[in-house]
């Protein structure tokens, strides 16, 4: 069965099928309940042949609630992407200049990151030592609640402060099927790692929040 045929027989988009394959994507349990049920197989065989083709694939690394407590301020998720950038170093104030923060609270938030593991110096410089990190799905979080707030907090400032040709919000509203919420979620957590893989293919120059929303508006019944 060709990689197009299953993904029309499983209702997926193919692309997502190649990922998953190629071991290049996890393999969340909404895609592995489609692909088994339409290739007719064992889920825990599928699992053990996804898991052979991507051994050299990065994993992610998912924060625990006192990672996340101890990383709570927005400037901590900065950091990590900072660091990538051709100009960063070992200087407290520099990344303090960048981000609009103080050099106590820059130092304090390096720290932090080496403590948890989450960059270490190489060579004159800070680097990550995880690709992506992920946190809980679905699970509610005082802690990550608070993050987010911190996170939209950034956006709605970046509309008075960037210039229009500098960034880009829009929204749209729409009455949906909610049984198709969770392969929703699952498309948006698709759709930033995609993005991800694009915007950070090439020279590192500045540090972007891409942040995606799918909320209720008509309340819930």
Do not use: C
Request: proline share 5%.
């Amino acid at each position: 069965m060709s990689r197009r045929h299953l993904a029309l027989k499983a209702q997926i988009p193919s692309g997502r099928v190649s990922e998953i394959l190629n071991g290049t994507r996890p393999l969340s349990p909404y895609y592995k309940g489609k692909i088994t049920q339409a290739l007719n197989l064992d889920p825990k065989h599928f699992v053990q042949t996804t898991k052979k083709r991507a051994k050299t694939h990065r994993p992610d690394r998912m924060l625990s609630q006192d990672e996340l407590h101890f990383i709570r301020d927005w400037y901590h998720l900065a950091i990590l992407s900072l660091v990538k950038t051709p100009d960063s170093n070992l200087d407290p104030a520099w990344f303090a200049n960048r981000l609009a923060i103080t050099t106590t609270q820059a130092r304090s938030a390096l720290k932090r990151l080496q403590k948890l593991k989450l960059i270490e110096e190489h060579q004159g410089r800070f680097v990550r030592t995880n690709t992506f990190l992920t946190t809980s799905k679905d699970i509610p979080s005082s802690v990550i609640r608070s993050m987010h707030l911190q996170l939209m907090d950034q956006s709605r400032s970046s509309l008075d402060k960037t210039p229009v040709e500098f960034r880009d919000v829009s929204h749209m509203m729409m009455a949906i099927d909610m049984s198709k919420l969770p392969q929703a979620k699952e498309e948006i957590r698709a759709f930033r790692k995609r993005m991800a893989n694009i915007l950070e293919d090439g020279n590192a120059e500045q540090v972007y929040l891409l942040g995606v929303q799918l909320v209720p508006l008509s309340k819930l019944k």
